[in-house]
């Protein structure tokens, strides 16, 4: 089998509070019923908000421009390398990553630049043109936050996936330079990623100061899949900014039962009781994310680097330590430890970290490892191992 991967990103939205959390359950028992009245007040349209809004579609300008730069559309992998060539040439489309705004294929065509969701549409978009199959796939990777006012922004990863032939798959990697990170991936349809889309429109909105229009964008991801947990933890989010405590307690509610991981819910299910004033309430959420946190291998990483950043080396060797413990197959975990120790003058154990780090990069099929080319070879025939993810990764052009 063959497939195309392309990374991206959309956005969760967490009120400033504890810090943020990784993939594992949260231990938290807490009732909670389905309440159809309040689902009502929330869930309040029968149809699309925006029918005009076509995420994947092409004008005759880029056709067009497909038509004239692609002439031999006999051999997949020649596409998908003439694609490459054609988004990202210095004298070709030569986009560019900017995490701003949400756009359309369209709209990223024409401003030459995109956050990854954008990109990744516009690429879908134009291999499906040349007739390469292609469709959205999500991916579990560590978090990454940033602050924007009194918002934390959580970034995570959505990626596409085309197939063609047998035994082989061709990485196409859209995203920054990013640090190496575990990939769990998972296909999603195409009404998905639209419900990505108006989140991450209603993130921007949020961001922005309008309340209102991000509620309608927050609705309308809703309304196309009323499952996505992270959408009712940033709808949470805008509810409590509008001062609608009962539909924001609801909300965050509802985001934690559909995903027990989700600890960005549980963070603002913290904070909003105590702003309620119901301080045991918001103890014993904060006591769940104080155990999930002590588990969770990167809440220890991130101590680590907010320690070595502050110059407390010996801190920060303790913080790394202990994300090791939790897990020893991380290579960020072993090169943070060592660069830990060679700034503590143990230049020996520097080393010695440094190649632990360097063998699991080598040896693990688990190991999301972005690069420079934007073209990836991908045989699913050379696992071996049970623990496989299910296919290694060989970096280098077609």
């Keep these: 089998m063959l497939r195309v991967t392309a ?29 159809r009245e309040f689902e009502t007040q929330i869930l309040i349209q029968n149809t699309d908000a925006f029918p005009e809004i076509d995420t994947l579609a092409l004008n005759q300008e880029i056709i067009e421009y497909l038509d ?5 559309r006999t051999s997949d992998p020649e596409i998908l390398q003439r694609l490459q060539e054609l988004l990202f040439g210095e004298n070709e489309l030569n986009l560019q990553y900017n995490d701003l705004r949400t756009r359309t294929a369209i709209e990223t065509f024409q401003d030459r630049q995109g956050n990854c969701l954008s990109i990744v549409s516009l690429y879908i978009a134009m291999a499906r043109h040349l007739g390469v199959d292609a469709e959205f796939q999500t991916v579990k990777v560590r978090p990454l936050w940033n602050r924007r006012g009194e918002l934390l922004v959580l970034s995570q990863h ?8 047998l035994g082989t ?9 990013i640090t190496l990170q575990q990939l769990t991936a998972n296909t999603v349809s195409d009404a998905h990623s639209r419900a990505l889309y108006f989140n991450n429109l209603g993130v921007e909105s949020l961001i922005a100061g309008d ?10 991801s809703l309304w196309i899949d009323p499952t996505l947990s992270l959408v ?23 985001a934690f039962y559909l995903d027990k991981s989700n600890g960005a819910a549980i963070n603002n299910l913290t904070k909003f009781y105590f702003q309620q004033g119901d301080v045991e309430t918001s103890k014993r959420y904060a006591q769940a994310m104080e155990r999930f946190n002590d588990r969770n291998p990167y809440y220890h990483y991130n101590l680590g680097n907010q320690a070595f950043a502050d110059q407390n080396f010996e801190l920060a060797r303790d913080y790394f330590r202990n994300a090791i413990r939790r897990k020893d197959s991380e290579p960020d975990f072993y090169l943070a430890l060592s660069t830990t120790y060679k700034r503590l003058g143990d230049t020996e154990q520097a080393e010695r970290l440094f190649e632990t780090a360097r063998q699991l990069v080598l040896t693990g099929d688990q190991i999301y490892q972005p690069s420079r080319e934007k073209v990836r070879i991908v045989n699913e025939r050379s696992i071996l191992r049970n623990s496989s993810a299910g296919f290694s990764v060989t970096t280098g052009p077609l």
Excluded: Q
């Design 232 to 254: 009712w933890n940033s709808i949470g989010t805008a509810f409590s900014k509008k001062g609608d405590k009962s539909l924001a307690e609801y909300s965050y509610r509802m």
């Design 169 to 177: 798959t061709y990485v196409v990697d859209f995203t920054p330079e």
């Design 7 to 35: 990374g991206s990103r959309w956005l969760i939205l967490m009120m400033l509070c504890i810090t943020a959390p990784g993939c594992v359950m949260i231990p938290l028992d807490l009732a909670f019923s389905r309440d």
């Design 158 to 165: 959505i990626n596409a996936i085309g197939r063609f032939g």
């Design 68 to 72: 004239r730069e692609v002439v031999n």
């Design 211 to 220: 309340i209102d229009k991000a509620l309608t964008y927050f609705r309308n």
